[in-house]
């Protein structure tokens, strides 16, 4: 059995997303914004996020494994699904459930402006900066920075359960 103690309820998460948006709304100006959600995680904030844009938008979502190398980002990231849409001129924003070696983002970052993106930025709703093995990974729009604890919830998994949790709480295992 397994205990799950609320960190963040489904309200606070709201407030905190809507804010992000105002940030981001604010910094694009009116600017078209791909924004690229990283499945399966990110999933519930990509969404909940994009709502609350009053930019152009586009979306598309890519599913990637990241495989390390150290504390380098050089790395291998392997996609089990690529973006549809050529990413080439575009300001992409990268929208994530959370980071946490640093890993994913900075390889997808580097292939997003690789391949010709105007801007590449990132969005995680969590940063758990413990875990960072990418010391330079750089993320522009941060929800909540959290200590080193297991979350699950509202996208994130434990083997592949509670990702439909409407909140973020930390498990326990008994
Ligand atoms: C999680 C999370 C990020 C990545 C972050 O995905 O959603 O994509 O790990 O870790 P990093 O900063 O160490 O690279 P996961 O591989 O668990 O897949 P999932 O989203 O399908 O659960």
Redesign the pocket.
């Known amino acids: 059995m397994s205990r799950i103690t609320v960190l963040y309820d489904e309200e606070t998460i709201v407030k905190r997303i809507r804010e992000m948006a105002e940030e981001i709304n604010r910094d694009y100006n009116g600017e078209p914004v791909l924004v690229v959600g ?5 999933v519930f904030f990509t969404c909940d996020l994009v709502k609350r844009l009053t930019l152009p938008v586009t979306m598309d979502f890519v599913s990637v ?2 495989y390390g190398s150290g504390t380098k980002s050089t790395g291998f990231l392997k996609f089990k699904k690529d973006v549809d849409e050529d990413v080439s001129g575009r300001h992409v924003l990268i929208a ?10 900075t390889m997808l970052r580097k292939v997003f402006e690789e391949h010709g993106a105007k801007s590449v930025k990132t969005a995680v709703l969590l940063d758990k900066p413990a ?1 960072r093995e990418i010391k330079d990974a750089r993320v522009e729009y941060t929800g909540f920075v959290i200590p080193d604890s297991f979350v699950v919830g509202y996208g994130l ?1 434990f083997d592949q359960k509670y990702r439909n949790l409407p909140y973020i709480g930390v498990i326990e295992e008994e």
Do not use: A, C, M, Q
Not at 97 to 105: A, F, K, M, P
């Open positions: 990283v499945l399966k995680g990110g494994s990241s994530e459930d959370i980071i946490d070696s640093g890993r994913t983002l875990r998994d």
